[in-house]
């Protein structure tokens, strides 16, 4: 008979799955690392095959992440995130990844005085900031300095000129394209013909993506747009007086001073559609019987409004993981060329263009 150890074994003899001691001694999936040092820590007791040469003051040695000498990760963004942005959850996955390697991560909001005379938020610590990553930065001539101000910068989204020149930095994005031609796909089998699009073009590199995606399914499926159905500039502040939310209020006029209704509007993202929603009821038409609706992002808000909206799904922990491998990359590697990554994203059909959400 055999007297091998296996990862049954350990599993049984540390009242665990064997699933948990297999993540450990893998080191895949998610755990806890105190479960993960008290796995590697039986198995060498044991003398499990992989870990049979080691001793435990050797297991502490590897299995704990050595602390790089500058360790902080600084996140810069405009605005306080809340959960209901896309980030949220790909800021949790990011903050682990990092914690794996021996990293943290802290926030900085960049206020308007920073953004105009061009400097860091005053609470990073540049002596312990091995590199930033940028959420919500959209100003051009503030991202250029943050791109070259010397420290390794990773923007999640980031401003558009599409007459400049390339932002000098890494670049990670969803896929902004595909989602919206398989939308396209969906409403030329239906038959739907006249389409707009609703969302402020130039606001970030995303919108313009999804911009220049709606443009393309128009030619490629030969549907009908016009001038008038595509929303495309920013809204303005309300005026002394007016009251309500601006957005609303601005859709409203628009699709008020519509000559026709297209069948269906693609919007820059779910609040867009979700705003554009509330315009079209306003007026009297109802989502979908008149109008259908597509936003983006899949956010929370999406899913709990009624109708529900269609929408495209952003993977927000592969963008996580993906970020971690950009930015530690690029720490290590300084001098590598600078690269734009996009994530996968997905159609959601929901309630806005008739269909039963899933």
């Known amino acids: 008979m055999s007297n091998r150890v296996t990862i049954q074994d350990i599993a049984d003899s540390l009242g665990l799955s064997r699933n948990t001691v297999s993540k450990a001694i893998n080191n895949t999936g998610i755990l806890a690392d105190s479960t993960r040092q008290r796995v ?3 198995a060498v007791e044991m003398g499990y095959k992989q870990f049979s040469y080691m001793d435990i003051d050797a297991l502490s040695a590897v299995s704990a992440p050595q602390a790089p000498e500058k360790n902080d990760i600084a996140l810069i963004t405009t605005w306080a995130l809340n959960g209901s942005h896309f980030s949220a959850t790909m800021l949790d996955k990011f903050q682990l990844e990092l914690s ?3 990293y943290s991560m802290s926030m900085h909001i960049a206020r308007g005085e920073d953004i105009r005379l061009k400097r860091l938020p005053s609470s990073i610590r540049t002596e312990n900031c091995a ?14 300095f943050l791109a070259e101000c010397g420290i390794p910068v990773l923007f999640v989204d980031s401003p558009v000129d599409p007459m400049g020149d390339p932002l000098p930095a890494d ?7 595909d989602g919206i031609l398989s939308f396209f796909k969906s409403m030329h089998q239906r038959g739907v013909t006249d389409i707009g699009f609703i969302g402020e073009m130039l606001h970030c590199r995303s919108f313009f993506e999804r ?17 008038e159905w595509c929303i495309t500039q920013k809204v303005p502040a309300l005026e002394k007086g007016e009251k309500g939310n601006p957005s609303v209020n601005f859709l409203t006029k ?14 820059a993202n779910d609040f867009v559609a979700i ?18 609706l597509l936003g983006f992002d899949d956010s929370s808000e999406s899913r709990v409004v009624r109708p529900q909206i269609s929408t495209v799904h952003i993977h927000s922990q592969v963008m996580g993981f993906t970020a971690t491998e ?27 263009t008739g269909d039963t959400p899933v």
């Open 131 to 144: 590199a930033i990553i940028c959420i919500e930065v959209f100003d051009e001539a503030y991202a250029r």
């Open 171 to 177: 670049i990670l994005l969803m896929d902004n394209r």
């Open 100 to 102: 794996k390697r021996g």
């Open 275 to 292: 705003d554009a929603m509330n315009a079209l009821k306003s007026l009297g038409y109802e989502i979908p019987q008149d109008v259908y």
């Open 211 to 227: 911009y220049m995606a709606f443009t393309s399914g128009v030619s490629l499926y030969a549907m009908h747009t016009t001038d």
């Open 254 to 267: 628009k699709f008020s001073e519509m000559s026709s209704l297209p069948r269906a509007f693609v919007c």
């Open 326 to 352: 950009l930015i530690l990359s690029r720490i290590k590697n300084p001098d590598m060329n600078y690269r734009t990554c996009f994530c996968e994203s997905n159609l959601i059909l929901r309630e806005s």
């Open 40 to 42: 590697l820590a039986k």
